[in-house]
């Protein structure tokens, strides 16, 4: 299917375990977004990749891992999950020169318990 | 950095009659995008409507118009003859040309009554 995906859409998982999110996009974007959606916060950009294996921090990277050995693939991983890393994350793509709008994946629920 | 905000937690219509969603942002620079994105209880990030800074011109997309006040720092969204699909969390955003960082505010919860 055309679009962006993610997956898995729900995961439950214990403190401590290491998990891994996965993005896929098929319309060749150059950039790719992993956001995390608090109550009360709106949307805070984790991580970005401008392009393939080119990655760079957002505004709350603590905790997170992530590769771009593809331009269609942008996986987020949690190291050692923390209950405060309990959200709903997504992943969002945006093609490049004066294109500035993000399409977003359907979210992965994450609940670290 | 660059701060949006919406100041409006929740609002409330009646169907088929129109509601007007608020959002400051806070920049010293002249060439930006704006946006709105809405979000149903299905979760899914959906673009409504876009903004160039640069054009005057209001944008519009079917039953969405914006009201664009550059000198004030304003972005508001209309939604007419609301719709009960209408009903979902609204997300006004923002981005610097040649950035990467799109800043949202805090959301609106729409909510349309039959």
């Known amino acids: 299917d055309a679009g962006i995906t993610q997956s898995p859409r729900y995961k439950i998982t214990e403190t401590g375990r290491q998990v891994t999110l996965m993005c896929h996009q098929t319309w060749s974007h150059s950039y790719m977004f992993w956001y995390r959606q608090d109550l009360g916060h709106g949307l805070r950009l984790i991580y970005y990749?401008?392009?393939?294996?080119?990655?760079d921090k957002g505004e709350v990277p603590d905790g997170y891992v992530v590769s771009r050995s593809k331009t269609e693939n942008f996986p987020l991983t949690l190291e050692s999950a923390t209950r405060s890393q309990t959200s709903v994350y997504f992943c969002?793509?945006?093609?490049?020169?004066?294109?500035?709008?993000?399409?977003f994946g359907p979210g992965t629920r994450l609940t670290v318990t | 950095a660059q701060t949006v905000t919406q100041s409006q937690p929740e609002m409330s219509v009646q169907e088929a009659e129109t509601v007007t969603l608020s959002c400051t942002y806070d920049t010293s620079e002249s060439n930006y995008y704006l946006f709105w994105y809405k979000q149903p209880p299905s979760r899914q990030m959906i673009l409504v409507i876009r903004?160039?800074?640069?054009?005057?011109q209001n944008a519009t997309e079917n039953r969405f118009s914006v009201n664009f006040q550059k000198a004030a720092k304003s972005f508001s969204l209309k939604i007419s003859d609301s719709q009960l699909g209408d009903t979902a969390m609204y997300f006004c955003?923002?981005?610097?040309?040649?950035?990467?960082?799109?800043?949202f505010g805090a959301g609106t919860t729409v909510t349309v009554r039959a």
């Open positions: 990749s401008a392009a393939a294996d080119i990655t």
């Open positions: 955003a923002f981005i610097l040309s040649n950035d990467y960082k799109l800043s």
């Open positions: 903004q160039e800074a640069y054009k005057q």
């Open positions: 969002a793509s945006r093609g490049g020169g004066s294109s500035y709008e993000q399409y």
